[in-house]
């Protein structure tokens, strides 16, 4: 085995280590124009450690292709920012991804620069945002994942948002929404994967089409919707978390079949009535379950994973019985 001179192998060790870590090496380079939208991106940018003196593919929370060096990531999770988000985020013309969250003092709206961007993923959750959800967003064509809760958005779901083709998660959860869940939702869509709107002012009937979507989770609590949910539930539907608790629903549960996948299924303070089916005692993954403050009656089935819930998750019904309520009087 011949023996290579010392400097030879440290040459071959840094040529392997520059295919296989490419952006370990390009990773003081910055595109000017990317650079110079970053700079402008909000307007307290002192809040960031983002200085014109570096490059911007090294800043906290930027990331870029190794190849080309344009910004295709942000990920501004770990920043209290403030201020408001400029419209020069519309000149990042590679980014795909936006991830901002807990920053209770960016205020203000979207941009409608934004619709520029080829993105796939836009988070901005968490933060004093306000106003209507952009009707505009609906021109985000390759957008698979939506999720602006925990702001302060108003007004309506825009019917518009259910045209987005190729949407997979949407995440509106604790903000001050009105008016129904657009009835176009996830229509002729299947197996879609998430839909999260609880807490907040929506009412009406949940839309039949979120039962041909065949969502694996469904998160609907403390609303104001009412109606006949059981189109959600079938034994064929691949749903695992299904949360419908604190609204105004009227089923009879006796009708209902579950998946056999689930693994939450919270229907608490709603009307429903009938009685509790012995095929919930078969899932064999369900861990969370209530049914309390409702108007359902006789005796809770057993086994299964039904000891695992204690008297919490029945009580304020009208006439249930049986382990772990008193039993049952004939």
Sequence with gaps: MSKLPLLPHITVILMLLSSCFPLLVSSAKCHKDDKKALLNLFTRPEDLSWTSSTACCSWPGVICSSLTNRVLTLDMSFFNISGTISPSIGDLPFLFSINIEYSPSLT?????????????????????????????????????????????????????????????RLTLFGNKL?????????????????????????????????????????????????????????????????????????????????????????????????????????????????????MLCGRIPTGGQMKSFDASCYQHNKCLCGTPLPSCHH
């Excluded at 961007?117 to 609906?138: K, N, V």
């Excluded at 609880?198 to 609303?223: F, H, K, M, Q, V």
């Excluded at 608790?245 to 429903?272: A, G, H, K, T, V």
């Design 108 to 168: 203000g709206t979207i941009p409608y620069s934004i619709t520029k961007l080829p993105l796939t993923s836009l988070t901005i959750r968490f933060t004093s945002l306000s106003g209507p959800i952009p009707g505009f967003l609906s021109e985000l064509k390759e957008l698979t994942n939506l999720d602006l809760s925990g702001n302060l958005h108003t007004g309506p779901i825009p019917d518009s948002i259910a045209s987005l083709p190729k949407l997979d």
């Design 178 to 294: 009105t008016g129904t869940i657009p009835p176009a939702l996830f229509r002729r869509l299947t197996s879609r994967n998430l839909l999260y709107l609880s807490d907040n002012l929506l009412t009406g009937e949940i839309p039949i089409s979120l039962g041909d979507a065949d969502l694996g989770y469904i998160y609907l609590a403390g609303n104001r919707f009412t109606g006949d949910a059981s189109f959600l539930f079938s034994q064929s539907k691949q749903a695992t978390e299904i949360d419908l608790s604190r609204n105004q629903l009227e089923m009879d549960m006796s009708s209902l079949s579950f998946p056999q996948n689930l693994r939450l299924l919270d229907l608490s303070f709603n009307r429903i009535n009938g009685t509790i089916p012995a095929s919930l005692a078969h899932l064999n993954d369900l861990n969370t379950f209530n049914v309390s403050h409702n």
